[in-house]
């Protein structure tokens, strides 16, 4: 760690925070006490991706954009297959549509489980780390580390590999399973379903810091389940629009301090997508499981303390959990594992859940189903206008605390987010001035 001061700029420049996935920095200016400017600087290269789409065949489009991110991939290609399908008028349902849910619940499962145990716990226990925290935790490590591997259980099951999956396409699968097939998965999330109660209840006993916004949250919102890949994009304060209005609602913009655009309602402003969002406009959805443990645990139908985000994230695992076994009882073998295609020229747009929120996809292709253009808007640049301006008065109360102790404040408090600023455009630096 690095100190530069002077009379007016004091400066802190961490060498690499750890514990979220991408690459960026953040800069805080405080002037007479009172925090002037906060921004979230992702300078992670821009990665070209709409870019690589453009002049590929439609039906690569899986495979490409599971790139993005090895965390999330499966929304990644979801989003992409269902802005496919809508564009040439293809509709995926019965138990192909269910297949779908159950390799989103493979992703929920192993992202949040990773997140919770590995990149947010250490913080509220005390610790630098997930190794030095298994010293003192090894029964709960043990717990989270065979967590994600049910997880990525169901994702090789049903994508062909835990990253990247190989085996989602347009129209559905190209490979299906057969009901017997399944038995190999059940005993396991029979466990992880006592795994994910015990894991609610412990990290519900965290001291959390006293923190709210009335937040605008934005995600899918679907009549009769809790969302993963179809729905409106509704939020709680009036919105109401399906994935081909978005850039009708919702306007991004460049900032001069990142490579990553940033969202906002037009309307309004910032907006927060994620698990937060999801479970406040979707609590009624949940199984009873869920709701019951909530309760149990004494936690609300509404959240708006990000470092309670962690809860929210452990009553999504057991969700998973619970919507997968549901699956794989009522499961029967579809006749085929894909509809047709039939290429024509149009437009589509999906959006989809991945477990940091919302994922807008556009694309535009040709009468042969050449891509002409693409537009992703990953949900961390969704939130990341609303993430500095909880930072900014968040820290008003600790301004006064020396840059030692303020540092890792700001650290843990971007990790409330979860964000994958990979994604988007590691989070390295914090420069702090005051003045």
């Given amino acids: 760690m690095k100190k530069r001061s002077d009379k007016k700029t004091k400066t802190i420049n961490v060498n690499y925070l750890a514990r979220v996935e991408g690459e960026g920095s953040l800069y805080v200016e405080i002037k007479d006490d009172q925090v002037q400017d906060v921004q979230l600087k992702i300078f992670e290269p821009p990665r070209f991706f709409e870019a690589f789409l453009r002049g590929r065949d439609f039906r690569e489009t899986p495979d490409i954009t599971a790139r993005i991110c090895g965390i999330c991939p499966i929304a990644y290609q979801m989003s992409s297959v269902h802005a496919m399908e809508q564009a040439l008028n293809v509709t995926v349902e019965g138990q192909l549509a269910e297949l779908r849910r159950l390799i989103y619940c493979g992703e929920w499962i192993a992202s949040h489980t990773l997140h919770i145990y590995m990149l947010h716990a250490p913080d509220f226990l005390g610790f630098p780390d997930a190794i030095k925290m298994a010293k003192e935790y090894p029964k709960e490590v043990e717990r989270g580390l065979r967590l994600k591997k049910a997880g990525n259980s169901i994702l090789s099951f049903m994508g062909g590999r835990e990253i990247h999956p190989i085996n989602v396409k347009v129209g559905g699968f190209y490979k299906i399973p057969d009901k017997k097939d399944f038995n190999q998965l059940v005993d396991e999330l029979k466990w992880a379903r006592e795994a994910a109660i015990e894991t609610v209840r412990w990290v519900s006993g965290f001291d959390f810091p006293s923190f709210e916004k009335d937040y605008e949250f934005v995600s899918l919102v679907h009549p009769d389940r809790y969302p993963f890949d179809t729905g409106a994009i509704q939020s709680n304060k009036g919105l109401n629009i399906t994935a081909d209005q978005f850039d009708d609602h919702i306007e991004e913009f460049q900032v001069k301090h990142s490579n990553a655009l940033q969202s906002k309602i037009k309307e309004r402003g910032s907006y927060l997508t994620g698990p937060m969002a999801r479970y406040a406009l979707n609590y009624e959805k949940l199984p009873y499981i869920v709701k019951d443990l909530a309760k149990e645990i004494g936690f609300p139908e509404y959240c708006r303390n990000p470092f ?30 894909a509809v047709p295609i039939t290429p024509k020229a ?90």
Avoid: W
Avoid at 309 to 337: D, G, H, W
Avoid at 371 to 384: F, R
């Fill in 346 to 435: 149009s437009k589509g747009f999906a959006a989809t859940e991945a477990p940091r929120g919302l994922l807008y996809h556009h694309y535009e292709i040709d009468k042969d189903g050449i891509i002409q253009l693409a537009n992703i808007v990953p949900p961390t640049s969704q939130s990341q206008k609303s993430i500095e301006e909880d930072l900014g008065q968040y820290l008003q109360d600790y301004i006064q605390l020396p840059e030692g102790e303020l540092t890792p404040k700001c650290e843990q408090f971007i990790r409330n987010y979860d964000p994958c600023i990979s994604c988007a455009a590691h989070f390295v630096n914090l420069e702090l001035k005051r003045s």
């Fill in 308 to 337: 309670q985000s962690i809860i929210v994230r452990s009553l999504e695992v057991l969700f998973a959990i619970e919507e997968s076994l549901m699956i794989i009882q009522n499961y029967e073998k579809p006749k085929t594992a």
